[in-house]
């Protein structure tokens, strides 16, 4: 077979025609684009063809780099990669379809690769073939565009109700298969599978994955498939070369998805440096760079200017999430004069809507060479069912049209978007920006993938350490406030007071208690009032059960806030007990800021028409605002601090609580009983009183009966002795106390009833200190002695003729009382106290033993009468 001289194309009619043999007029009359280039791909002769099919003048492109700047969505492996791989080959001759996404209108053309005869003079011949829709979605999305006309605000949550892991169609850069998991029979293919296989698709439905596909590559498929590794987001890739492209290296990508086995075909850089392939060692010395990162902000530069230059984007960004999954550019790599800086600008959550997000916490990355490209559609085959292919996982699946044209209203067309997740979580994304299409091998797509990986690490290690050593800080002064505690029944002294006390935790401004209504401050906080108001704000908002609250914005939760926002915008509350009779505080001051977000977060989303319901703003114009009321948030395991130390109070309170109720029913107890008792004894009292008297009267009734003189004194002077004991008694039930007696009073009832008893011939002078109180032994035993000094009295210092005077005087003494008993007789005889003296015996015996008893002593003198003077 004769090859084709390499310079000559088809013309319309199929006429054969040479192009180094025709002018440049001829030229620029063919149907064709003609376009000549140099070996470096540089425009040298552009046909006035290639100037209507393509919009450009021919002067505004010659001399430029027809791949890279006029028409960069052809600088990928599959065009301007056909034109190295001939030159390299000393034989340029390819031809292929291709489809321009704006050319101006989407185009579907023929492509032509020819060298010249001329040397270092090549042939790119464009052919129309179809001029087509951008694809039903996009169109869709261009016509809302164009028909806005509603301006009332859109509910920002429609923007969640997108399918994207359904679009049923992938970039152009690539070629699918889906087949059967179990059986590998291809159900559904891409449109575009002849630009891989001799095909158009009808042959491959229903065939074996491996009569398409390297033997090896699909055995290797089978076993992930049996293994069960290839599915969440695991994916198989391996270079490939196809029996239908001997000459093409292609990079095929595999994963399984609910039940299908998605084959992603896309062709390969021929050299590495074609178009920029990362190598291991450059990869691995930007994580060496990233490693050393002292600062999340260093890590956050490093990591976007490391990605950046290995893949070439014009600005790369790392983009955070906060709670809300609002957003904010923390650092930001880009060209010098790029068109928009987005640095420190925040975005609002809708911007990347609850379905995206959960997408790509699964799915690693996206990469978009063109916004404006065709989408491919998946062509189900017969056998394939109805149900979408859910691409979830595949690498080319293509991104929503709202976001497509949110990108275009940023000024972006190639894109990419890297996942980051740290501890789970999707902490943020690596996003990639550039204002032509851009393409990034595969290679470089691995490379920036892991150093994202390295980033969140680092992220990781870098807020774990420092989560570490702040909460080391906090345990150690929630350990000093505990012990505190232990040592006390006092807790808000014990927190409150001292060298560590609540504010020393949580960097605040203030902290306080609320204890069963009273309130303990330290640092700047609201008033008593205000906090009171604030407790019982927090007693009813809280469900019960929920031990603690936090909030950064206190005056929009709780309106009477407003007044002290200034000391206490950020709020940390923890009950102590259940009933929410103590609650701690910590209070942080409002950090007045502004933020500027990338345009109006009010209006994130604005109305379309027809099927696109929501479209994304047009504006990114920094919009300023000025956040009043807001402190700096409390973090989750501050809460989860402040409530163990509440735990703690909780049992130092309960403890306290339970000390002080059962003291208090101890004393209760005491008081019933001794109450009792006081009864009991005055009841006991009264009733001695009663029987004593009773005996004493039974004894004086006796003594009438008895005639023997001597019987009849010692009968009387009994009954005398039980009546003083019975008066003592007595004194006991009247006074209020049962443990003293007036001393006076008792005495004085008693001379009274011995005088009576002796039959009123003698008389008794009292002399007594009022109120004189003594014990009720003492009371006893004196009664007793004064009964049987009176009773003496009456009987030596009287006659039967003449009664006796006696004068008995009670008083307080410095040592205790004294009693004096004197009668006007003639005195005692000198032998009176050795019991010989007549009738003496027995009585000064008891008052001896009653002196005793007291300890207490006595005086006697003849004044010229007996004087006895105690002394108790
Ligand atoms: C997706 N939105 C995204 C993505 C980004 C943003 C990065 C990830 C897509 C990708 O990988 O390219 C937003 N891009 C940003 C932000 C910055 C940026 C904030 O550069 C700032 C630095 N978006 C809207 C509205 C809707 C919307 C109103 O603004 C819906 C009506 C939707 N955004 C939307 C959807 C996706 C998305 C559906 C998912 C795209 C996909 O993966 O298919």
Redesign the pocket.
């Known amino acids: 077979m004769i090859d084709p001289p390499h310079n000559r194309i088809q013309d319309v009619l199929g006429k054969s025609v040479d192009l180094d043999a025709l002018s440049p007029e001829a030229l620029d009359r063919l149907d064709q684009g003609v376009i000549a280039l140099d070996a470096a791909g540089r425009v040298l002769s552009f046909s006035e063809g290639a100037a209507s099919l393509s919009g450009f003048s021919a002067s505004a492109v010659v001399g430029r780099h027809y791949f890279r700047d006029i028409v960069p969505s052809t600088n990928v492996p599959s065009f301007h990669g056909r034109f190295l791989s001939g030159l390299r080959r000393g034989r340029l001759d390819e031809t292929f379809e291709f489809v321009f996404g704006r050319m101006p209108q989407p185009l579907r053309a023929r492509i032509h690769l020819r060298a010249s005869a001329t040397p270092g003079r090549y042939w790119l011949v464009i052919a129309a073939l179809e001029n087509i829709g951008a694809g039903r979605s996009r169109e869709a999305v261009m016509a809302a565009v164009g028909r806005r006309v509603r301006a009332e605000p859109v509910d920002?949550s429609?923007?969640?109700r997108?399918p994207?892991?359904i679009?049923g169609s992938i970039q152009p850069n690539a070629v699918m298969l889906a087949a059967d998991a179990e059986t590998l029979a291809i159900l559904v293919h891409s449109a575009n599978i002849s630009d891989v296989f001799d095909d158009d698709g009808t042959a491959l439905d229903g065939r074996h994955l491996s009569e398409v596909l390297p033997a090896g590559f699909v055995a290797l498929v089978q076993a992930g498939v049996a293994a069960g590794s290839l599915e969440d987001g695991r994916l198989l890739r391996q270079a490939v070369t196809l029996a239908s492209r001997p000459d093409d290296r292609f990079y095929a990508v595999a994963h399984v998805r609910s039940g299908r086995v998605i084959v992603e075909l896309e062709r390969a850089p021929d050299r590495p440096d074609d178009f920029g392939s990362a190598t291991p060692l450059e990869t691995e010395l930007a994580v060496v760079r990233l490693r050393g990162a002292e600062s999340l902000d260093e890590a956050a530069r490093i990591v976007a200017s490391e990605i950046r230059i290995l893949t070439g984007f014009e600005s790369v960004?790392v983009?955070r999430f906060d709670a809300d999954w609002n957003?904010e550019?923390i650092a930001e790599d880009m060209i010098p004069g790029w068109q928009r800086p987005?640095i420190g600008?925040r975005?609002?959550s809708?911007?990347?809507?609850a379905?995206?997000r959960a997408?790509?916490h699964k799915a690693k990355?996206?990469?978009?060479i063109d916004r404006d490209c065709v989408p491919v559609p998946l062509v189900a085959g017969k056998a394939a069912g109805n149900g979408p292919i859910d691409l979830t996982f595949a690498q080319n699946?293509?991104?929503?049209p709202?976001?497509?044209?949110?990108?275009r209203n940023?000024g972006?067309n190639g894109?990419?978007?890297?996942s980051i997740l740290v501890e789970g979580r999707l902490w943020g994304?690596m996003?990639g920006?550039h204002r032509q299409p851009h393409y990034v091998a595969p290679e470089t797509r691995a490379a920036s993938t892991v150093l994202t990986d390295a980033f969140a690490m680092r992220v990781q290690e870098i807020e774990a350490h420092r989560r570490w050593a702040e909460q080391q800080t906090h345990l150690d002064i929630e350990g000093r406030l505990v012990r505190g505690l232990t040592r006390t029944d006092d807790f808000v002294q014990a927190l409150t007071v001292g060298s560590t006390t609540l504010l020393d935790l949580f960097d605040v401004g203030g902290a306080g208690i609320v204890s069963e209504g009273h309130v303990s401050l330290i640092g700047a906080c609201p008033t008593d009032k205000e906090v009171l108001a604030l407790a019982d704000w927090l007693r009813e908002a809280l469900p019960q059960g929920q031990p603690s609250y936090t909030t950064d914005a206190l005056s929009s939760a709780h309106a009477r806030g407003g007044a002290y926002a200034a000391t206490a915008s950020g709020l940390l509350a923890a009950f102590v007990d259940a009933e929410r009779l103590h609650l701690l505080l910590w209070f942080r001051p409002e950090v007045p800021s502004t933020v500027t977000w990338?345009g109006d977060p009010r209006k994130?989303?604005?109305a379309?028409s027809g099927s696109v319901?929501?479209?994304?703003?047009r504006s990114f114009e920094r919009w300023v605002e000025e956040r009043r009321g807001v402190a700096t948030p409390f973090a989750d395991w501050q809460v989860s601090l402040a409530e163990q130390l509440a735990q703690a109070v909780e049992g130092v309170v309960l403890r306290q609580r339970r000390k002080i109720e059962e003291l208090t029913d101890l004393l209760v107890e005491k008081e019933r009983l001794l109450a009792q008792k006081d009864l009991l004894t005055r009841e006991i009292d009264h009733r001695v009183k009663n029987s004593l008297q009773i005996v004493s009267a039974f004894l004086h009734m006796q003594r009438r009966q008895i005639t023997d003189p001597a019987a009849r004194q010692a009968f009387s002077e009994t009954s005398g002795r039980v009546m003083s004991v019975a008066r003592v008694h007595d004194s006991l039930y009247q006074a209020g106390s049962v443990e003293e007696v007036d001393l006076g009073q008792t005495i004085d009832n008693l001379c009274k009833d011995l005088a009576g008893l002796a039959g009123n011939q003698h008389v008794v002078e009292l002399t007594a200190d009022p109120g004189l109180m003594v014990p009720y032994q003492k009371a006893v035993s004196l009664s007793l002695i004064a009964t049987e000094l009176v009773t003496n009295a009456f009987k030596y210092a009287g006659g039967p003729e003449r009664g006796a005077r006696v004068n008995v005087s009670v008083s307080a003494v410095e040592s205790g009382v004294k009693l004096k008993v004197c009668d006007d007789g003639e005195g005692l005889p000198p032998d009176w106290d050795t019991g010989k003296a007549k009738g003496t015996g027995l009585g000064m015996k008891l008052v001896r033993a009653m002196l005793d008893q007291i300890n207490a002593r006595i005086e006697v003198e003849n004044v010229p009468g007996a004087c006895f003077v105690v002394y108790a």
């Open positions: 920002p429609l923007c969640e997108e994207i892991h679009p960004l983009y957003g550019a987005l600008l975005f609002p809708s911007d990347i809507p379905q995206a997408l790509y990355s996206r990469f978009v699946r293509t991104l929503s709202i976001h497509l044209e949110y990108q940023l972006v894109s990419m978007s890297i994304l996003i920006h990338g994130p989303v604005i379309g319901a929501v479209l994304p703003r």
